[in-house]
């Protein structure tokens, strides 16, 4: 009877629930995704995958999506380390303000920078206006070039905030024994600084790529023509030409195999530059002198201005007049009014509660597992939080299809409510918060939860008075950049969205789509003005130079 009763305890339990919920939700959609790639009117069959290979416009849409995605990354790290150090190196003026608009840049929905980017350099852009005027023509946003354009201005700043918490790290007594042995300057950065951070910047690469590789909105608005993967399972599952699911299927596992090679790969470069430092004597930033000086607050001060330059054009032309697409001398609250027309309210509402309800499923399963794999390791605890970090290398559309897939037939139909959307979005963002309070949890230690159980406090009232309170720091920071994330999601809800359901995002991209330009500024002017109340709250509860990603 002892047995039993130490084999079923409150966390073997808590264990099981957790492993049949991510069995449930993610393992068995993807298992339904795959079987429905090889198993067509009950045969089985590699049609698709041959289809699919057989096509370039198919298989190159991967080449161009990789493509995209390390010109992406190059440039984010060209821009991001050089702001990172100059920022954790020297004493910037209004560092404190440059750090926050940093954040601000990258906490917005991605699709939005690229709606704006066409309002300032689309064919009939403010920016392609003026330079027609001076007799500049050729310079477009639509393409390639634009694609990499605008998410490497919203993707630098994670290198920036990953890769100013490694310079941190760097004990100051090694530099000094650099610069004593006539290593200096530049050849200092490279061969010390650089080689130290190496790790992080593995890391903080492997983020930029999975977004950029991931990224749904900023193609399918300025893409005109050059086919990317994430646009190419959407329009496969959402085709004019009707919803080929078998094809769809085939190509998302084919975007999962892709990204976990992916992975794969940089795990392999992170375990190579392995290794644990810790800073007795952090960098004491310095006073910038000269025209060096002059050059690092421009340089920092400038890519952030034209970072941010598109939420605040956005405002703008929320308040201007408009007739159809065309934007009209003036100023006015036409666009608000025909927002409100336009599910405006049901938007907001829909965005609230998925957003909360997400997040408090996000919290509760997140602490659990930090809990679990941090003071009861084991097989199966540590299986649970591998599952749930495989959204972290999926895409959102993957995510979509092989929910609809698996839960659009009886017994649990789900397509089209609310709920489908909670598990798609809880699924996709729980990484951010598990990795946050894992990282918190393995600082507390377990000294004080065995004082309160010597003292006759029971296991589960320790774990909530005593241990989560301690977690507070990181549970915040994590759950406020699963909720930013969660308010500004598009791949995986325009495929689950309907009228019922849609929320500022889809709304967002289905008034843009629909070329109501002014009522489209309306709905991302609201999505941005909920990233910025959640950066406060972020920044409320979160020691600025201890961010993290």
């Known amino acids: 009877m002892s047995h039993k009763k130490s084999r079923w305890n409150f966390w073997n339990v808590i264990s099981a629930v957790l492993f049949a919920v991510f069995l449930f939700f993610l393992v068995y959609p993807i298992g339904r995704l795959l079987i429905e790639s090889v198993l067509v009117d009950g045969k089985f069959t590699l049609d698709e995958f041959r289809i699919f290979f057989g096509k370039p416009y198919y298989y190159e849409s991967i080449l161009n999506s990789v493509k995209i995605a390390v010109c992406v990354t190059a440039a984010s790290l060209i821009l991001g380390v050089p702001f990172a150090y100059f920022y954790s190196f020297y004493r910037l003026k209004g560092r404190k303000a440059l750090f926050i608009m940093c954040l601000l840049c990258t906490m917005s929905a991605p699709f939005i920078g690229a ?83 190496m790790p992080t910047i593995l890391a903080a690469s492997l983020l930029v790529f999975m977004r950029s590789f991931a990224d749904f909105g900023t193609p399918v608005l300025i893409g005109r023509g050059y086919s990317t993967f994430p646009v190419l399972i959407y329009n496969q599952y959402l085709g ?28 392999w470069a992170s375990n190579k530059f392995k290794f644990t430092i810790s ?17 690092m607050h421009v340089f920092c001060y400038l890519l952030v201005a034209v970072a941010l330059l598109p939420q605040a054009y956005i405002i703008n032309m929320s308040f201007r007049n408009y007739n159809n697409s065309v934007p009209m001398p003036g100023y ?3 666009n608000y009014q ?67 897939i698996a839960f659009s037939k009886r017994p649990l139909v789900l397509t089209g409510t609310l709920g489908i959307m909670i598990i798609a979005l809880a699924i996709r963002r729980m990484p951010f918060t598990s990795r946050s309070a894992t990282a918190a949890m393995m600082k507390i230690p377990i000294s004080m939860e065995e004082a309160a159980l010597s003292l006759g406090a029971p296991k589960l009232t320790t774990f909530v008075r005593i241990t989560v309170p301690q977690m507070a720091s990181g549970i915040v920071s994590g ?71």
């Open 279 to 295: 800073a007795m004597h952090s960098v004491e930033p310095k006073k910038p002198h000269g025209a060096g000086g002059v050059l």
């Open 115 to 197: 709606y704006s980017w066409i309002l300032l350099m689309g064919n009939s852009g403010l920016i392609t206006t003026f330079l027609k005027s001076l007799g500049i023509r050729g310079l477009t946003i639509y393409g390639f070039g634009g694609i990499v354009f605008v998410q490497t201005l919203k993707l630098f700043p994670l290198v920036v905030i990953c890769v100013n918490g490694a310079f941190r790290d760097i004990d100051s007594s090694l530099l000094e024994a650099a610069e004593s042995m006539g290593c200096k300057g530049a050849d200092r950065f490279r061969r010390v600084i650089m080689s130290l951070s």
């Open 338 to 404: 025909r927002a409100a027309d336009r599910y405006l309210s049901r938007s907001v509402v829909n965005t609230l509660l998925i957003s909360f309800i997400t997040l408090a499923v996000i919290i509760v399963i997140a602490v659990l597992i930090a809990y679990l794999v941090v003071r009861r390791s084991n097989f199966v605890n540590n299986l649970i939080d591998t599952i749930s970090m495989m959204p972290y290398i999926m895409p959102g559309a993957v995510v979509g299809i092989s929910l609809i």
């Open 332 to 334: 006015s609250l036409q």
């Open 479 to 549: 759950a406020v950049l699963s909720f930013v994330s969660i308010i500004t999601e598009m791949s995986s809800g325009v495929i689950l969205y309907n009228n019922r359901t849609i929320t500022l995002t889809i709304s967002t991209y289905t008034s843009i789509t629909g070329g109501v330009y002014g009522v489209a500024a309306v709905f991302a002017s609201i999505t941005t003005l909920l990233t910025i109340l959640c950066l406060a709250v972020y920044l409320r509860f979160t020691k600025l130079e201890d961010v993290r990603v």
């Open 240 to 267: 004019e030409n009707g919803a080929d699911y078998h094809f769809a299927a085939a190509t998302s596992v084919i975007a999962v195999i892709v990204t976990a090679l992916i992975f794969l790969l940089q795990k």
